[in-house]
């Protein structure tokens, strides 16, 4: 299962990413080839060339919008073009590696991160990179709260030469580690310090460091050649990227499906007999890497009450949706909404069996009745058009809910105008799936955290869409994030995942599968399973960036 989500998360275990990273001077993750079958005729019009053919998924038109900092941000934006100091892989957590960075470490009691960088390294535009890009990088967001999209606590950074940089926070921050190594895109000073308006610059001509640049755009297809100066020898192997547009599943699926896209996430139905029968090197990476929900409004309006939040929960029949749209792929998740396996190193113990109880439209009208809610009542779901098996879930969702009373609408918004409804909190429910990150500390604090959130009206492009407000929450994750031991952070984490539980903040759906396409006509090296160097979806920054560099033409 693979509708495309929106602006991913990825994240680690704090402990497991300190160790990872005081090793990360030296080494990179590069992973063998992964099967790609038997011979056959190729399906693909690209496979002897090197040239790769990708599509996002449904995302409609492309916008010329490559500004790490903007909501609409093309993907690619951010790991192909734009790096970060270090590459937290999302598919396997506390796996670290270098990247502009090659070292790191902590003083000051966690308030001081001093990054060594990588030496010879240039900007597409052949200028070189230093330490002031990455100084002037942080500079940008230690001075403008808009910029600062993980609420990180700067309070300065400075430089020791063209090699070092010093982040210094105002409390012990630990666990942002991940986000200030691993999420902030690093910019070139002698670029941006002209723009006068970083959130509103369109930055369509971008210089990065990364793998590839832009060289052709239009709002159906753009592509992405090889960086002449790219500083790891060797990389990247496939000389031209090309991404295409689609408006919906369906069209996208046929061009998928006809050998057409060489790397994919899009929703296919009965994968196995649709795709994968076609050709013997087609193939399915499936790695879990989310959780999908629906999204409360926590602000304003019917689902800002428990009772409404819980009496949906109960009526939703998770397995009869997993087996009617995903062929039994995407299990129900657990009450806690914890991703299983890669986080069972912080599971409360008494929740390890936990499950929701059977679906029942008669014990979800009793929780309204008993809460002085009165039935029918009326609700809205937004969900991105296109997004074919996002609309199978809910149409089977309001069948479930009418016998309990309640009467859901569905609202199918194109891409860029979900998105707005989503960042501004001006919704009532929201259908959506969030993860895709290394450590569990990141996940919930990216959907809970009061203290990154905005008011309604406000952009929030970080995760807790539905504004959700627990100081006591705020207060454990900050508390998780004063250290690295993992027997002081994990009774906390026992406490918000029970927390979890009790108000429903979000609505847990199912697993939200990691199925994606690959062309192993066309290409080979690509993550799996048994080969996790990265996470596979072609959305989830800044690892299809990684990837797309270590991916190389098949044979």
Known sequence: MSSRPWRARMIGTPAAIAAA?????CGSSGGTTAGSGSSSPSASSNSSSSLL????????????????????????????????????DT???????????????????????TVQLRHGVKWTDGKPFTSADVAYTFNLALKNAALNKFALPLKSVTTSGPYTV??????????????????????????????KDPTTFLNSHPVGTGAFELSKFSGQVFTLTANPHYYMPGLPHF?????????????????????????????????????????????????????????????????????????????????????????????PTNPEALITPNYN???????????????????????????GIKTPLNLTVDMVNGYTDYLSDLQIMVQELKPAGINLTIDQPAYTQFTSIQDTGKFQLLMDNFGYTPTPWSYYYSILDSTITKPIGQVDTVGNFGRYKNPEVDTLLSQIADTTSASVQNPDFYKIENIFTKDLPLIPLFEQQDEIEFNGNAVANYPSVTNPYGAPAVYIQPDMGWIAARLVPAK
Do not use: C
């Open 239 to 331: 000389k031209t990227i090309r991404f295409l547009a689609f408006s919906g599943n369906t069209t996208s699926d046929a061009a998928i499906e006809s050998g057409e896209v060489d790397w994919a996430g899009s929703f296919i139905p009965n994968i196995k007999q649709t795709y994968l029968a076609k050709n013997p090197k087609f193939v399915v990476s499936d790695i879990p890497l989310s959780t999908a929900f629906l999204v409360p409004n926590l602000v304003s309006g019917p689902t800002s009450k428990l009772a409404v939040r819980q009496a949906i929960s109960a009526a939703v029949n998770r397995t009869s949706i997993s087996n009617t749209v995903y062929n039994g792929y995407a299990p």
């Open 21 to 25: 990273m005081l090793l990360a001077a």
């Open 345 to 371: 190193s912080v599971l409360d113990p008494a929740l390890a069996s936990a499950a929701f109880g059977s679906p029942s439209a008669a014990k979800a009208k009793s929780i309204l009745t008993r809460a």
């Open 166 to 195: 010093a982040i210094n926070f105002k409390q012990s921050a630990y666990t942002d580690a991940y986000y200030a190594l691993g999420r902030v895109d690093i910019l070139p000073q002698h670029i941006w310090q002209s723009v």
């Open 91 to 113: 598919a396997k957590a506390g796996v670290v590696d270098p990247w502009l960075g090659t070292s790191y470490a902590w003083s000051d009691g966690g308030k001081t991160l």
């Open 53 to 88: 053919t990708i599509t996002t998924g449904a995302a409609g038109t492309f916008q010329d919008d490559f500004n790490p900092y903007s909501p609409n941000v093309e993907d690619p934006t951010n790991g192909m073009i734009y790096e970060t100091l270090f590459f937290y």
